[in-house]
């Protein structure tokens, strides 16, 4: 009789489990390799080349000041023997003084071209972000996992990789976003 019992009440416990397992909705998950999304989004290349364009332009004109520091220490060399100790002392505090100020000059360079790019990215990856979400709301992802430098994902099958998707949406989306600015800016 014990195990009559103990036999229905297996069998009424695994009949119970397959129904609840019968109920749950296979989730439906992917991931984005972030590193290659950046690489490939044409936006972020944009961006990139931007950056790149300005750094390099006023790159030139600290690059010509530096120059000619450099010649006027080439001069000072060969002048200081002939006009003397005293004059040589006050040149030489001069050029220091304008080596320091060139050397704030590449600082703050840097530091501009830094907070200016990286203020854009941030706005660039939010509105990845968003975009990443509401794609995946729309194609019905539980979730969407992220990979690449920052991992959060160690491994995945690559047929669960949507990241080549996202790209192609994103850069058709940029692109969109472009000619309507054309247009806006054709019209005025």
């Known amino acids: 009789m014990k195990k009559l019992l103990l036999i229905i009440a297996i069998s009424i416990s695994v009949f119970a489990c397959n129904e609840k ?7 439906k998950t992917a991931y984005v390799d972030t590193s ?5 989004y044409t936006e972020a290349k944009d961006l990139e ?7 390099e332009e006023k790159g030139r004109q600290l690059e ?3 120059n000619r520091f450099k010649q006027d220490a080439a001069n000072f060399q060969s002048q200081a023997q002939a006009n003397g100790q005293e ?3 006050k040149r030489g505090a001069e050029l220091q003084k304008r080596e320091q100020q060139l050397g704030y000059a590449q600082q ?3 530091q501009q071209l830094q907070q200016s790019s990286g203020a854009e990215m941030d706005t660039l990856i939010k509105g990845v972000k968003k975009f990443i979400k509401d794609y995946g709301k729309e194609k019905g992802y539980a979730y969407i996992y992220g990979t690449g430098d920052a991992a959060s994902i160690l491994y995945a099958e690559d047929k669960y990789d949507i990241t080549k998707e996202i790209i192609k949406a994103l850069n058709e989306k940029y692109k969109a976003s472009e000619k309507s600015e ?3 800016e054709e019209k005025k």
Not at 36 to 40: A, D, S, V, Y
Not at 49 to 55: G, M
Request: proline share 0%; hydrophobic share 50%.
């Open 21 to 27: 397992t019968a109920e749950v909705k296979e989730m």
């Open 36 to 40: 290659e999304l950046m690489k490939e």
């Open 87 to 89: 004059w040589a002392q």
């Open 49 to 55: 080349a931007k950056y790149k364009a300005q750094s």
């Open 64 to 66: 010509a000041e530096i």
């Open 108 to 110: 703050a360079l840097a």
């Open 182 to 184: 054309t247009k806006a």
